[in-house]
């Protein structure tokens, strides 16, 4: 690919993936092209349809998914969880838009994404942070149930509302044991609250 193609490429995807951000994913492909300053020729040469600007904003948002566990992944073993939840809660906005696509393939989407997470929950299931039997679509499942509508936990403090949904999570809503009761927020997940300070 050319370097001005190239470049028109990826201000097509900082444009896509701003929209759908603010927006959904059902915006029209015009205004992908509008916010990034092109026309709509170039759009549909570099994405004929909306699955395809989809797919690489995924692409691009799963990169810097991976980036971003390799940095912290020693520090806050379970940064992925919160990370991944992060990626759930921007395409929660556009997934029914998604889903009515002819050529959306969720399976295959679902699986990439959970590639990008297998190296980190293995070391968490090393350190037996994790079940063992638990799988990349598992944390998917709950990651996505952690995003689920976060804002209406605490819309001052979304943080403290992640937290709050993890440590639920990771305890469980049954007793356990005769007499348990809520324990304090686990040091890993005060780990995994540090890093997020830091972002």
């Known amino acids: 690919m050319r370097k001005d193609a190239a470049r028109n490429r990826e201000k097509l995807v900082a444009a896509a993936s701003a929209i759908m951000r603010s927006e959904g994913g059902d915006v029209p492909m015009e205004l992908i092209a509008e916010r990034a300053g092109l026309t709509r020729g170039t759009l549909y040469r570099n994405f004929p349809h909306r699955q395809a600007v989809y797919e690489a904003v995924l692409e691009n948002d ?6 971003q566990l390799a940095a ?9 969880i919160r990370r991944l939840t992060e990626l759930m809660s921007v395409y929660d906005k556009f997934l029914v838009a998604l889903a009515a696509m002819p050529d959306y393939d969720a399976t295959k989407n679902q699986e990439r994404m959970a590639a990008a997470i297998a190296a980190p929950l293995a070391a968490a299931q090393r350190q037996g942070l994790l079940l063992a039997d638990l799988t990349g679509e598992d944390v998917l499942m709950a990651s996505r149930m952690l995003a689920s509508h976060l804002l209406l936990d605490n819309p001052a403090d979304p943080e403290a509302a992640f937290t709050r949904r993890l440590e639920l999570l990771m305890r469980g809503l049954g ?3 005769p007499g348990a009761s809520a324990q304090p927020i686990h040091p890993v997940l005060k780990a995994n609250s540090a ?4 972002a």
């Open 72 to 80: 912290e992944s020693e520090a806050a073993p379970l940064s992925f």
């Open 195 to 198: 890093i997020r300070g830091r």
């Open 62 to 67: 799963l990169r810097d998914l991976a980036d």
């Open 175 to 177: 007793p356990g044991r």
